[in-house]
């Protein structure tokens, strides 16, 4: 569902991502993972549409990024990693907004956000102005809109940062339902997020693949017993005390 053969992508100078492959099929979760600049938030707007790679091509059920944007926007559901929100607008109002720009008709609307607004912990929050919520109830929104399509392949950026405990164990709750589903694959720089949710890891570091292999294989690769261990091993980084 995801496939990517020798992607680069420069800015200037800066090589964010440089020659990196990989194929993810259907219902499998990912954790993508590395160091703080390693092309993680990048990869992921590469493979949402917002940028074009500088070399290689990029899949995304089965459409090139490049070629067939448009195919692969309409398969996929986009959490950013910034806030794009309307702060005037109320949650209802942006979530059937953004709805209706995504093809969904009046009944099949309201079934679909009322059960989003349930499963995203939103319940009592329609009326409340965007500019009015919190970062983690913001990030809820946006993961809300990110499935309202129903889509095929979900790419998540760091989906529980700003949530206190409760909120992001609602959120790992709900990357767990959606897999064997669909393609997900989400940014973490918690390992024991990526090991309980993921059921295959990629390590970027420095915009090249360090690994990608299941959890398992990382593992006894590594001859570790956790995943932050070998992730660790990979990119340099000392275990924190």
């Known amino acids: 569902m995801i496939e990517a053969r020798d992607i680069g992508k420069r800015f200037g100078r800066l090589v964010a991502l440089d020659g990196v492959s990989f194929h993810f099929g259907a219902g499998e ?5 590395g160091p703080s ?16 790679p500088t070399s290689g091509s990029l899949t995304v059920a089965g459409c090139d990024t490049t070629a067939d944007s448009l195919g692969a926007r309409r398969a996929l559901g986009y959490l950013p990693e910034d806030d794009p929100v309307y702060p005037e607008m109320r949650i209802g109002e942006y979530l059937h907004f953004r709805a209706r720009l995504k093809g969904l008709g009046g009944r099949s609307r309201g079934k679909r956000l009322h059960e989003l607004v ?14 009015r919520l919190s970062k983690g109830e913001t990030r809820r929104v946006l993961l809300a809109d990110a499935l309202l399509a129903d889509p095929r392949v979900v790419l998540l950026d760091e989906p529980t940062i700003g949530q206190d405990p409760e909120a992001a164990e609602r959120v790992r709750a709900l990357i767990s339902r959606l897999s064997g589903e669909r393609t997900v694959l989400f940014s973490t720089h ?4 990526a090991e309980r949710l993921a059921s295959k890891v990629l390590v970027l570091v420095r915009g090249r693949v360090a690994a990608c292999e299941t959890v398992a294989d990382l593992k006894a690769t590594a001859g570790v017993g956790s995943l932050a261990e070998a992730v660790a091993r990979l990119t340099h980084v000392k275990e924190a005390p």
Do not use: H, I
């Open 29 to 33: 979760t990912v954790a993508l993972v």
């Open 190 to 193: 918690d390992m024991a997020e």
């Open 37 to 52: 600049g390693a092309g993680k938030s990048t990869l992921l707007r590469l493979a949402a549409c917002y940028f074009t």
């Open 118 to 131: 349930l499963r995203c912990g939103l319940a009592g929050l329609e009326r409340v102005a965007m500019g």
